[in-house]
């Protein structure tokens, strides 16, 4: 009988840690090389928030709140993020944040690495910082901008797979 509770007891925990571990915002399940139509759907945005395909564009941009995409985030509270699309296919995440301290670097740290050498600007009273870093999947780029009251940081985080459609966008606008 004592044998049970325990075994009931324990699996109790471990459902609770692994919902807990899956409520992170985890912006790479995303997955670069979507298209346009398969990320909307996947985000579920209304119809007429898409934005249309302009003849001769080569850029989609789909915008969310982050506190929609992201619910379970209290960094994504005013958060929003923009998924980029070229030539049809999903090639960059990124994220704005604006806040009363930096923390949004810490969510992105969890999700894609650490950077070990920070600039010691970042832990200035009002940080003012930037920095990039690589992962197998992608390159990072990290900015805080402050003032007296408050934070904005940016995080884009680009494919490293599609590189070669950044290479191409800036072929094709160099031609025009």
């Known amino acids: 009988m004592k044998k049970n509770k325990t075994l009931i007891i324990f ?32 985000l579920k945005l209304d119809k007429d928030l898409i934005m249309p395909k302009i003849d001769g564009q080569y850029e989609q941009l789909a915008s ?30 990124r994220v704005m944040s604006f806040s009363e301290k930096p923390g949004l670097v ?29 992962n197998p999947n992608a390159t990072i780029s990290y900015s805080v901008l402050s003032d007296a009251n408050s934070v904005v940081e940016s995080i884009i985080i680009q494919s490293a797979k599609h590189a070669k459609y950044f290479s191409r966008l800036a072929k094709e606008l160099e031609g025009e």
Not at 19 to 32: H, I
Not at 64 to 83: M, Q, R, Y
């Open 11 to 42: 699996l109790s925990l471990q459902l609770l840690f692994i919902g807990s571990v899956q409520a992170k915002c985890d912006l790479e399940s995303f997955r670069f090389g979507t298209s346009y139509k398969a990320l909307v759907s996947k």
């Open 64 to 93: 969310v709140a982050g506190e929609k995409l992201c619910k379970n985030e209290k960094v994504f509270e005013f958060a929003s993020v923009d998924f980029v699309v070229l030539y049809d296919k999903l090639v960059e995440i």
């Open 106 to 134: 810490d969510w992105a740290e969890s999700i894609y690495g650490k950077m070990q050498k920070k600039p010691t600007s970042f832990y200035n009273a009002q940080p003012n910082a930037a920095w990039i870093w690589d």
